[in-house]
T-cell receptor, first 116, second 114 residues
Framework: EAGVTQFPSHSVIEKGQTVTLRCDPISGHDNLYWYRRVMGKEIKFLLHFVKESKQDESGMPNNRFLAERTGGTYSTLKVQPAELEDSGVYFC??????????????FGQGTRLTVV | QQQVKQSPQSLIVQKGGISIINCAYENTAFDYFPWYQQFPGKGPALLIAIRPDVSEKKEGRFTISFNKSAKQFSLHIMDSQPGDSATYFCAARGESGSARQLTFGSGTQLTVLP
């Protein structure tokens, strides 16, 4: 069974450009989460989808970040325009149920974004 | 404000030694405390987890010790092996509105020397 897949693995863009990250969750997982780790600090929650609906987007830094989940399958996270402080590793995770204690959340390998 | 504080930032242990990573939390509403292990180029993977009604949980060489009154929990890796070299994250689950999400510590880079 395929795990959570993220594209691209690495992305280097210039300040002011646009970047779109993609996450393919495990098939059948209704819950999809985006997290970010900046400069070796803690992994921070960005937002949570249940199917195609945004359940919680309280962690989104600002309106330069836009997340979508088309048809409740894959998700994209767009940063427009990118700023230097957006650099970091973006993780996607999916789980079958909403509660992390009822089912494990599986993480993708992450996308390392560098804004120069 | 960092709700889960993790230490040390890096740790070097000899093969066969004990690795200890500590975490402290502030939010008494947290009700689930997992540890994640991340190898280079991979995503974090659940290693072991504990609920606050239990003081200790052991799985193989990995043990979580939990102190509810002190709001602290730690990961002990017994007989550490070079293959255990990875970044370890503690985390806590809280509830925000109708969603449940993980709050992570800042990570510990563990190196086990052969």
């Amino acid at each position: 069974e395929a795990g959570v897949t993220q594209f691209p693995s690495h992305s280097v863009i210039e300040k002011g450009q646009t970047v779109t990250l993609r996450c393919d969750p495990i098939s059948g997982h209704d819950n999809l989460y985006w997290y970010r780790r900046v400069m070796g600090k803690e992994i921070k929650f960005l937002l949570h989808f249940v199917k195609e609906s945004k359940q919680d987007e309280s962690g989104m830094p600002n309106n330069r970040f836009l997340a979508e989940r088309t048809g409740g399958t894959y998700s994209t996270l767009k940063v427009q325009p990118a700023e230097l402080e957006d650099s970091g590793v973006y993780f996607c995770a999916s789980s079958q149920f909403m509660s992390f204690t009822n089912t494990e959340a599986f993480f993708g390998q992450g996308t390392r974004l560098t804004v120069v | 404000q960092q709700q889960v504080k993790q230490s040390p930032q890096s740790l070097i242990v000899q093969k066969g030694g004990i690795s200890i990573i500590n975490c402290a939390y502030e939010n008494t509403a947290f009700d689930y405390f997992p540890w994640y292990q991340q190898f280079p180029g991979k995503g974090p993977a659940l290693l072991i987890a504990i609920r606050p009604d239990v003081s200790e949980k052991k799985e193989g060489r990995f043990t979580i010790s939990f102190n509810k009154s002190a709001k602290q929990f730690s990961l002990h890796i017994m007989d550490s092996q070079p293959g255990d070299s990875a970044t370890y994250f503690c985390a806590a689950r809280g509830e925000s509105g109708s969603a449940r999400q993980l709050t992570f510590g800042s990570g510990t880079q563990l190196t086990v020397l052969p």
